[in-house]
């Protein structure tokens, strides 16, 4: 199974409303960027990091996967995968200006596409590949209905929608806002509406400081929150064992951390108690499954970021003991060949042979950007 070629691509896709803003972001459309490898028997892996649909940085990545990371996969064994994320990580030229941001996004990419090659080449769902499945029932919890953006009415008729007509049982709202008492308002409001029995976990996407974490918990303690997902910037680590200490309220974390030594650091700490890889921004499946094996290990939660609208990470969280639930964000799935779908709360379980991510003909022809 030899790669013959390397073909990068961006995809700019519409989101389910026409817009969204977190604490931080606002944007229109996700950005899937990444590559298709093919093999010399025409076998083709298609791997993706999500973006936040910015072009100049999109091309900075697939400028990598074709300027930098072709050159040292083509005439290589595509199901070598073990050795190749090693010659790509490690390449000294690389590591040197690299090792997070661009190049982990690329190489995360190429990863994930030559896991595709692997499953596909065996004939089976990745979930199967890696060993197969610890559970015929995975949960999701909805994170769509929660965006900052959203004004309160549309909060709880998003919420009470997600619960009663689409049989959620667990939701993720997002705080942030400059008076943290108007996050605790928009919260009592929604466990007033939807009772104790919903699990409800906030967001805070790293905007807060310290002190006002601690009063915002102090203030949300009666509320029941099922974690508090990135209360603080993202590196610090000090911070979130502080923080971890002096609250009741679990900390989730692990979007914007690019390493197995990174989440090593915050688990060390105690600064973490739901662990949350994204192949997208790790290394690909290869450098989650280590970070998934590092939580297994402390027996911590893993519960993925879905980067990659929980295309892989459905196929990695029915295979991995660890794994527990699954975000859910429908954004870009009606584009994949077999899309990450939620019936009744729960994951349907991939049955295609591959890693979930062959994306539809129809959405290059649509959505496609010009690499340069």
Not at 279 to 289: A, C, M, P
Request: aromatic share 8%; glycine share 8%; charged share 20%.
């Amino acid at each position: 199974m030899k790669i013959k070629s390397v073909e990068p691509f961006i995809l700019h896709l519409p989101l389910t409303s026409d817009s969204i803003s977190d604490s931080t972001h606002s944007i229109t459309h996700w950005g899937v960027v990444g590559t298709i490898i093919t093999t010399t028997d025409g076998l083709k892996g298609y791997g993706f990091t999500g973006t936040h649909s910015h072009l100049a940085s999109d091309r900075l990545i697939t400028v990598c996967i074709r300027d930098c990371y072709a050159e040292l996969l083509i005439g290589e064994d595509a199901s070598d995968h073990a050795r190749l994320w090693t010659k790509l990580a490690r390449h000294p030229a690389l590591q040197w200006v690299g090792r997070a941001g661009i190049t982990q996004l690329a190489l995360a990419a190429v990863d994930v596409a030559l896991w595709d090659l692997a499953a596909k080449r065996a004939g089976v769902p990745l979930w199967a590949h890696l060993g197969g499945a610890r559970t015929d029932r995975l949960e999701a919890y909805n994170t769509d209905i929660g965006w900052l953006s959203f004004s309160l009415d549309a909060l709880l008729a998003g919420s009470v929608k997600a619960v009663e007509e689409d049989g959620f049982t667990r939701l993720k709202i997002k705080v942030g806002h400059d008076d943290p008492n108007a996050d605790v308002r928009r919260l009592e409001a929604v466990r007033k509406r939807l009772g104790a029995d919903v699990r409800i976990a906030i967001d805070g996407n790293g905007k807060w400081d310290l002190p006002t974490c601690q009063r915002f918990c102090e203030r949300a303690r009666d509320l029941d929150i099922y974690w508090f997902e990135e209360p603080l910037w993202y590196d610090d680590v000090g911070s979130h064992a502080t923080l971890a200490r002096s609250t009741s309220m679990p900390i989730a974390l692990g979007e914007q951390l690019y390493s197995v030594d990174a989440f090593r650091a915050f688990i060390s700490a105690g600064a973490v108690h739901y662990v949350q890889p994204d192949v997208t921004r790790l290394g690909g499946v290869t450098e989650y499954i280590q970070v998934a094996d590092l939580a297994l290990a402390h027996r911590l939660p893993v519960v993925p970021h879905a980067g990659e609208m929980s295309q892989v990470h459905v196929q990695l969280s029915y295979w991995h003991p660890a794994s527990t639930i699954l975000e859910y964000i429908p954004w870009i799935k009606d584009h994949f060949e077999e899309p990450a779908n939620v019936e009744g709360g729960v994951f349907r379980r991939p049955q295609q042979p591959g890693a979930s991510t062959t994306i539809l003909s129809k959405s290059f022809e649509r959505y496609s950007k010009s690499l340069s």
